[in-house]
T-cell receptor, first 109, second 113 residues
Framework: GQSLEQPSEVTAVEGAIVQINCTYQ??????LSWYQQHDGGAPTFLSY????GLEETGRFSSFLSRSDSYGYLLLQELQMKDSASYFC??????????FGDGTTLTVKP | DAGVTQSPTHLIKTRGQQVTLRCSPK?????VSWYQQALGQGPQFIFQ???????QRGNFPDRFSGHQFPNYSSELNVNALLLGDSALYLC????????????FGQGTRLTVV
């Protein structure tokens, strides 16, 4: 089966940088995705890594190390609107997605 | 483009009843997945439909079943409802074979009493 671990809560101040880590165990690993979900909202796709290395999309970056079964999401220049839950999700080569339990990010002024 | 739409938005059912939830995928998407999200947890994969067939299934009992129609829309059926089935049910669509980026609907909040 699959399992993912990510911190349950992270707190940071506006303008800071925060890193949310994700470790996983899975068979048939294809890639690692990241989603953001505001309270009462739908998850929205942020980033995807299939190969080792860093992917940058504006203020957000995501990193993957397949050999370490590890990835992280980096959020820069934090804004109040970034307060939300962030989920890592393992994608398998069979097309199945398994989500972690999420990290609640609180951005303080 | 209306994105992924789900109906109804909220639903209250009694234990033992049956429920049907509906999902229309984003225009151009052919693959639909269903998830159950309990409060404070991540979405749990129920199953995925492509070409009107169930392609992948998570660890959910047979009480959970689905269907995909020729227009790619989908239904999730849950029989013999239990209190533990109370959750947010999310539908996500994507294009099969493309990047795994999935577009989620706003979900159906199911409460079983």
């Amino acid at each position: 089966g699959q399992s993912l671990e990510q911190p349950s809560e992270v707190t940071a101040v506006e303008g800071a940088i925060v890193q949310i880590n994700c470790t996983y165990q899975t068979s048939g690993f294809y890639g690692l995705s990241w989603y953001q979900q505001h309270d009462g909202g739908a998850p929205t796709f942020l980033s995807y890594n299939a190969l080792d290395g860093l992917e940058e999309t504006g203020r957000f970056s995501s990193f993957l190390s397949r050999s370490d079964s590890y990835g992280y999401l980096l959020l820069q220049e934090l804004q109040m609107k970034d307060s939300a839950s962030y989920f890592c999700a393992v994608e398998t080569n069979a097309g199945k997605s398994t989500f972690g339990d999420g990290t609640t990010l609180t951005v303080k002024p | 483009d209306a994105g992924v739409t789900q109906s109804p938005t909220h639903l209250i059912k009694t234990r033992g009843q049956q429920v049907t939830l509906r999902c229309s995928p984003k225009s151009g998407h052919d693959t639909v997945s269903w998830y159950q999200q309990a409060l404070g947890q991540g979405p749990q994969f129920i199953f995925q439909y492509y070409e009107e067939e169930e392609r992948q299934r998570g660890n959910f009992p047979d009480r959970f079943s689905g269907h995909q129609f020729p227009n790619y829309s989908s239904e999730l059926n849950v029989n013999a409802l239990l209190l533990g089935d109370s959750a947010l049910y999310l539908c996500a669509s994507k294009v099969r074979g493309a990047r795994p980026e999935a577009f989620f609907g706003q979900g159906t909040r199911l409460t079983v009493v």
